[in-house]
């Protein structure tokens, strides 16, 4: 953990990463490996051109290497990192594909709220503004995000279901 975070606050990502992989060649998937690749899931925002190429190659590397070795659960999340990596930098259609894979592999991903909320939000930015909707809905008791009911008025307001989207902003506005 200490590494990740010396690496992390010298900007070194493309080294982390590169440290991640080996580890994970040399031992297989290891919790130090998953921590080295923290400093670049965290700062994707600030990555030149280069090394959000570099992480997208680390990304696709890592779906390769969980498949390798079998491993389900590490499958998902790689599928899931992905698919938020995509989210951001190759468009919501990869980003959906890659989410659906998730949870296809780990049908536990479907019990996350965090989960449902980003599905949501890629269905939503796809179109498919009732599913979205739907979604956002088995969310609203107890949200993770505090802007779960606004963005589910939203996606009520995008279906063409105006009087419910209507009652459903005001109670957002009434919170």
């Not at 080294?15 to 080996?22: H, T």
């Not at 919790?31 to 190659?57: I, K, R, V």
């Amino acid at each position: 953990m200490r590494l990740a975070s010396v690496l992390a606050r010298g900007q070194r990502i493309q080294d982390a990463l590169v440290i991640s992989e080996e580890l994970i060649k040399a031992l297989g998937p290891t919790w130090a490996a998953d921590m080295l690749s923290l400093p670049a899931l965290g700062s994707a925002e600030t990555m030149s051109n280069y090394e959000l190429q570099f992480f997208h190659s680390y990304l696709s590397r890592r779906i390769e290497l969980a498949e390798q070795h079998g491993d389900k659960r590490l499958l998902a999340i790689a599928h899931y990192n992905f698919g938020n990596f995509s989210r951001r930098y190759l468009g919501h259609d990869v980003a959906f594909y890659h989410y659906q894979r998730a949870r296809h592999i780990d049908p536990d991903y479907d019990a996350r709220r965090y989960f449902r909320t980003e599905l949501a939000g890629i269905l939503f930015e796809l179109g498919h503004y009732s599913i979205s909707a739907k979604l956002y809905e088995t969310c609203l008791a107890n949200p993770e995000r505090s802007d779960v009911e606004a963005l589910y008025a939203d996606a009520l307001m995008f279906s063409g279901q105006y009087s419910k989207a209507h009652e459903a902003f005001a109670n957002y506005l009434d919170k």
